[in-house]
């Protein structure tokens, strides 16, 4: 039984950091493709950031590219997204997901989906 479970969202104020982590368990991080999403309240989930299996490349939607760094640690088991000079437009519930097709930037590409945690940034 494949669960993620993604913690360390918060609230934070303009410009500040976060660290959210993703836990999984029933996969071995060290050979899947991991994606980070989020979604806003009336707005469609989106592509945030991906991380290869062998965490050696990452993907940056052009919104948080220069801002956000997505990591792994395969040894933990743990995928990670380092949130820095956040805004309040990236407000949103953050999810991480397991890649099963090529399409990186879909959603639909993710199969395996944590609960999500909330990110709220005040102005």
């Known amino acids: 039984q494949v669960q993620l479970v993604e913690s360390g969202g918060g609230l934070v104020q303009t410009g500040g950091s976060l660290r959210l982590s993703c836990s999984a368990s029933g996969l071995i991080i060290s050979i899947q493709f991991m994606g980070w999403f989020r979604q806003a309240p009336g707005k469609e989930r989106e592509f945030v950031a991906a991380v290869t299996s062998n965490g050696h490349s990452t993907y940056y939607a052009d919104s948080v590219k220069g801002r956000f760094t997505a990591s792994k640690d395969n040894a933990k088991n743990m995928v990670y997204l380092q949130m820095d000079s956040l805004k309040p437009e990236d407000t949103a519930r953050y999810y991480c997901?397991?890649?099963?097709?090529?399409?990186?930037?879909?959603?639909?590409?993710?199969?395996?989906w944590g609960q999500g945690t909330q990110v709220t940034v005040s102005s």
């Open positions: 997901a397991r890649r099963i097709r090529p399409d990186i930037y879909s959603a639909d590409s993710y199969n395996y």
